[in-house]
């Protein structure tokens, strides 16, 4: 799996490192933000609560829509309960990146 920022590539699928902001008072993507420990997430925000998953499927929903993707090709691999997420998406690895890359700035 090769790494780049805050995406990794593996075979068919990228894996994305978020930061999520539950009850963010709009869906959306903010760009590429660094931890305190240096390393690169995407930024998001939804306007579910955080509750039963409901902010979880949000995020997952906008990040689907940014990309280009089904839904169903994007799935929370972990941080089920936290903030700091990785979320794996399936599909064409290049399309994929190029998004991701317009997204960083």
């Given amino acids: 799996m090769s790494e780049a920022g805050f995406f ?3 075979d068919g699928h990228v ?3 978020l930061r999520l902001t539950p009850k963010g008072g709009r869906d ?3 760009g590429v933000g660094q931890l305190a420990d240096g390393r690169q997430i995407l930024q998001a925000r939804v306007r579910a609560a955080p509750d039963k998953g409901a902010a979880n499927a949000a995020v ?4 689907a829509k940014a990309l280009g993707v089904p839904r169903s090709a994007v799935a ?3 941080g089920h309960t936290a903030r700091l997420k990785s979320v794996r998406v399936d599909g064409d690895v290049g399309a994929i990146m190029a998004r991701l ?3 960083a700035g």
Avoid at 60 to 63: K, Q, S
């Fill in 60 to 63: 997952e929903a906008v990040l």
């Fill in 28 to 30: 959306g993507l903010d």
């Fill in 15 to 17: 894996v994305v490192q």
């Fill in 76 to 78: 929370l691999i972990s």
């Fill in 101 to 103: 890359e317009a997204l």
């Fill in 8 to 10: 990794r590539v593996g």
